[in-house]
């Protein structure tokens, strides 16, 4: 063939177009790295042979070891394009290469959105909220077609704000993170010419629809800690960590006795996918200790400390100690004022019960009467009767000496 066997034949278009539209397919010969093959007055020439059906040809060149085409097709489809090449002497004889392409052809408009931000983020997709996007969106249209057409932007940018603008550039401001989609439809009008001079003309519409997903990330602007400051030994440790930040972060924590920040390689990172992470701890010594905890997202990092005192399990700290020795104090309190109050109400009985001054202090019938007496009845009919309430139930006991 008089080709060197490093150069291979390479087909290319500018597809994928809409119906209507003039697309271009070139073939040409190129070496290992992707450089034209030069002609030179020794080389010899080639044929290339284009199969396209059922695209229509509207122009075809070749120069040399290349071959351009231009088709159209009225019909959407996956169409295929295929092209042989033989010496220029030899059309019989075997191609010396051969090239294949699928040419994507659409009755809607070709595009694409692009989405751009001052901050750049290392992650695709990934900007920052609070900061203002640039959407532009960028018409595949290499012959022009579309150039006669008028078109209109229908924005939606998935947290609930629409627009509707004649400029295919929009800029927008996300207040929070999350991951939103961006929807454009897009619609193209224009005049066509009638096929027969004077005859009407015709409008002729096209459209399209297209989106992109963003995933809006926050600064990490702190860390929040839940969780007790005074534990005993032995007993678990629960902390509940708030990143104020967006997910997924790279997150360590060390416990020292003084809250001095981490020095590199102090503790192994662990990934936490969300806001919240739950710190489980359980301590063997007593002591002041100092959690030391940090963490960073794509964006930021940032670091926080949690103080704790550690009790031995054995000695309580004065602060349950306190309220215990309130509670036994009033109690003893209680028992002496019933026990008083009780010894009280027996003293002024007792008084009562003596009789009037001049009298005898104390007989066995009256102080003793109600331990001797079988019934509470019959200390009740004492009472009465030196009270005056009621006459004597019976005559004074006469005393006699033998």
Not at 63 to 84: C, E, H, M, N, Y
Not at 130 to 158: E, M, N, Q
Not at 173 to 191: D, H, P, Q, R
Not at 229 to 245: A, E, S, V
Request: negative net charge; contains cysteine; hydrophobic residues 40%.
């Amino acid at each position: 063939s008089g080709l060197p066997g490093s150069y291979e034949l390479q087909v290319t278009t500018d597809g994928p177009a809409t119906t209507g539209a003039e697309v271009t397919v070139s073939a040409s010969f190129v070496d290992e790295d992707n450089s034209s093959l030069s002609l030179s007055a020794e080389d010899p020439l080639y044929h290339f042979h284009w199969i396209h059906t059922p695209l229509v040809l509207t122009n075809k060149t070749q120069k040399g070891f290349s071959s351009t085409i231009r088709v159209v097709s009225q019909a959407p489809g996956d169409l295929p394009v295929s092209v042989w090449v033989t010496a220029a002497n030899c059309w019989m004889c075997q191609p010396v290469a051969r090239g294949f392409t699928v040419l994507p052809i659409t009755e809607f408009l070709v595009g694409n959105l692009l989405v751009t931000q001052n901050t750049s983020l290392p992650w695709p997709s990934s900007y920052l909220t609070k900061t203002t996007l640039k959407v532009a969106f960028l018409l595949h249209d290499p012959s022009d077609f579309l150039k006669p057409a008028t078109f209109l932007y229908s924005w939606d940018f998935g947290d609930g704000t629409q627009m509707v603008t004649e400029d295919p550039v929009v800029y927008y401001n996300y207040s929070i993170m999350g991951t939103f989609t961006v929807k454009l439809k897009v619609v193209a009008e224009w005049e066509e010419a009638g096929a027969k001079p004077g005859a009407v003309k015709g409008i002729v519409q096209k459209t399209g629809d297209f989106s992109a997903s963003l995933k809006l990330q926050e600064t990490l602007r702190g860390i929040q800690v839940f969780g007790p400051t005074l534990i005993q030994t032995y007993q678990k440790l629960t902390m509940t960590l708030n990143f104020l930040g967006s997910p997924p972060l790279s997150m360590c924590w060390l416990l020292k006795p003084e809250c001095l920040p981490l020095e590199e390689g102090e503790c192994h990172p662990m990934s936490v996918d969300s806001t919240f992470y739950n710190l489980t701890h359980t301590f063997r010594d007593p002591g002041d200790y100092c959690f030391i905890i940090r963490a960073e997202n794509i964006i930021s990092k940032t670091h926080q400390y949690h103080r704790i005192q550690v009790w031995p399990s054995s000695i309580q700290p004065a602060v349950f100690a306190f309220p215990c020795a309130t509670l036994i104090t009033v109690m003893l309190a209680f028992i002496m004022y019933v026990t008083l109050r009780n010894a009280t109400q027996q003293k002024d009985m007792v008084e009562n019960l003596q009789p009037p001054s001049g009298g005898p202090k104390c007989c066995c019938q009256m102080c003793c009467a109600p331990f001797l007496l079988e019934s509470p009845d019959e200390y009740l009919e004492i009472v009465r009767e030196h009270h005056g309430l009621l006459p004597p139930l019976y005559k004074s006991v006469k005393t006699y000496t033998v």
